[in-house]
């Protein structure tokens, strides 16, 4: 199981990656540019987002919105911004290959010329709109807010959540787009995958054709922070506009990659995927305390976290959901996951990856996954020697990352309770105020 | 060799594509096994569905259909829950149930190797469920759980009232998953009276898509559903044909107090079209244009003209009876009633005083029909698309024909379309919204009395 791919780097430090699969006639465009939230500062959270909508705002030699042109050759396209990186991507129907290099190319090389303190604003507005949709206007919206900045110092990069905070996007200046894109945005921060209905030659020839001369750029230091660490048991609270509390449990883990990390995806599946599952079992089959749980590794560059999710049923407290997830994980640090565990963990995983290689492009698709192997880790091929990370771990390596990471005593615990009910958070909890 | 920026390169001619084919054959008890070859990856993708839906929930029942859906994979012949899902584990399969207003779709996605025991399970799951009372019981204070909280989501309240508001007592009138009152009102005895009515082999359809040929797959369903047999059905579900019209809103305008939202969330449309309607390819291309895309003239509008939001869409969503032609977006407060303004003023336009340009038309067609294949890269939306074509009795030849067909409309056909399928002035409104602040904003739209909807 791998994606087989051919690999170039042009002279301005351009990634090239080509994957050729004839199944359907469509070619899928993917740049990434090395770059997201965590290269943001403070008092200018939210940046490297609103940068990216810019992005499809037009540049110079097609200074008109992103999406016409492609949408009318029968293109779908976005792109998505987080802490570590911003993606682009579009799918085109081969013959429309050309029209989508020479528009990624545009504004990989001349976004600056065309743009204008309208466009700003107006994007602006929008994702301030963003905002208010995903994160204010949404039941524990402004939770995971409260997480990160708990987690991590009010220094390191990942204190902040990529959208950012409202008063940041509003003091944004214009001039702060022109410095980002000439640090971040050239050919040597870049890596661009197609993938589907071409060869490799065709592939690197158009590639270098139209990205060739742009000119290079130094590619920007990597952010270096010493480890987040969480001494203690960290509890907060969160009034919100929402029904029934929810415990929020979160430790620091291991980096994407690193030791540990798919030893931690794994046990998030034994935890919490499926019915089957730890917490799903006792908390909501079996004691019927939660009317859901979630437990996930979020991987990321710098270091990840691990997090339990999970609602009370009504009348229930969250101190009695905290002391039956305790109970959980304390088992699976004790004992391990038992064989049949295992088993079902492998085969989802299993799974899992060969159906990431269902679809050329789009988020997650083939052309993607290249991206993120050639961004992270300087090698497009790494597809098996990822799925051989989740083959080789074993019961007892589960076992050992849930106590060495998940300790009680190391974790940020956050309550989010309807407003006015701070008694059905956990005792002791600091209440603290997100918007 | 540099490139010439003066132009954008022009697109050469159009790539071939050949449509997955569809091999049909059926069962002597009724059921439908439709197979497709799709040999990329080593997965095969099952679809079970069956024309059963939430317009089949019974009078005062709206949730039976989707509690009775929820309950398959609480236990069936000799297994339990925690069997079920230890089993779909083992097998690497996703199991994944989609109740509608017009079907319940049950679908599989699992390893090649493991397609017979994954069937072979499913079809369990369909025709032998325990439907034990005490988890019924638990699986409906977990769909209360879950409407509780959506209290506090401002799109499933909204899409509530726009339901409520358009189609009232229809059997369309209520959301799949129901109200407190009428979930607490089921019980055991209904799913399985309901189940019976509805789980019938000449009601469903089995379509696998995947890495398999025609005969193993076919053999493989064959082998699990062959034994199902049934009496003739003592009271069959009402098809859509005894649905009726429904009766237009009171009031056009209604209002969802939430007070100091962000943000208000709008619906804004009316009852429109079955999916059967000869004018189906006409009014998607309508729609593309008016609010499909991201170049829509509704979403340049009202986010890239105005900053009113994120995002503005429109769809029409075809079902097997008329289903609702509906404006979707979260606008901030202060930008609520001219939102709701240009976009009555984008319905009447496009009708006449700015009718569909060529380029418009060209946009809106090449979309549709260049983006087409990209919908047949994966079994599972495969075996999607080949669902349309089972649940709205289309022809075999849907997917060579939409391209053509599409092609084939000019910019009259939108108009005309458009003349006949919006209406602007019957379309009702629904705010999930602060009341205090916009109330006074809402006056000046000449929508009529505003009601206040509550809905617990």
Known sequence: MDIPFTKHTLQNGLDVVVHEDRAVPIVAVNVWYHVGSKDEVPGRTGFAHLFEHLMFEGSKHHDRGYFQPLQAAGAALNGSTNADRTNYWEVVPSNALDLALWMESDRMGYLLPALTDTKFENQRDVVLNERRQNYENRPYGLAGMAIVSALYPEDHPYHWMTIGAAEDIRAAHIDDVRAFFRKYYHPGNASIALAGDIDAETGLRLADEYFGDLPGGERPPRVQVPPAAVTGEVRLLLEDRVELPRLYLAWHSPALFDAGDAELDLLGDVLAGGKTSRLYRSLVYEQRIATEVAASQNSRELGSFFQVVATAAPGRTLAEVERAVARALHDVATTGPTAGEMERGLAQAESHFLSRLQTVGGFGGKSDQLNAYNTYLGNPGFFSQDLDRYRSATAEALRDAAARWLRPDARVALSVVPRGAAALGLDGSTQVAVS | MAVDRSRLPLPGPEPQFNFPHIERRSLSNGLRIWTVEHRQVPLVSVLLVTAAGAAADPEHQAGLAAMTADMLDEGCGDRSALDIHETLGRLGAQLDTDVGHDATVLGLTTLRRFLSEGIGLVAEMMLQPRFAEADVDRVRDLRLNRLLQYRDSPPALADRA??????????????????????????????????????????????????????????????????????????????PSSFGEPFPPSNRLAVVHRPGAAQSELRIGHVALARRTPDYHACVVLNMILGGQFVSRINMNLRQDKGYTYGARTAFEFRRAPGPFAMHASVQGDATADAIRETLQEFRAIRGERPVTVEELAVGRAALTRGYPRNFETSDQIARAAAQLALYELPDDYFSTFVPTILALGPDDITHAAERHLHPERAAVVVVGDREKIGASLASLDLGDTSEMALA
């Open chain 2, 162 to 239: 726009f339901a409520e508001l358009l189609y009232r007592e229809h059997p369309y009138g209520h959301l799949p998953i129901g109200t407190e009152r009428s979930l607490r009102a089921i019980g055991v005895d209904d799913v399985r009276r309901f189940h019976a009515r509805a789980f019938r082999p000449e009601l469903t359809t089995v379509i696998a898509a995947g890495d398999g040929d025609h005969e193993t797959l076919a053999a493989a369903v064959a082998r699990a559903f062959d034994g199902w047999h049934m009496a003739p059905a003592a009271e069959p579900l009402p098809g």
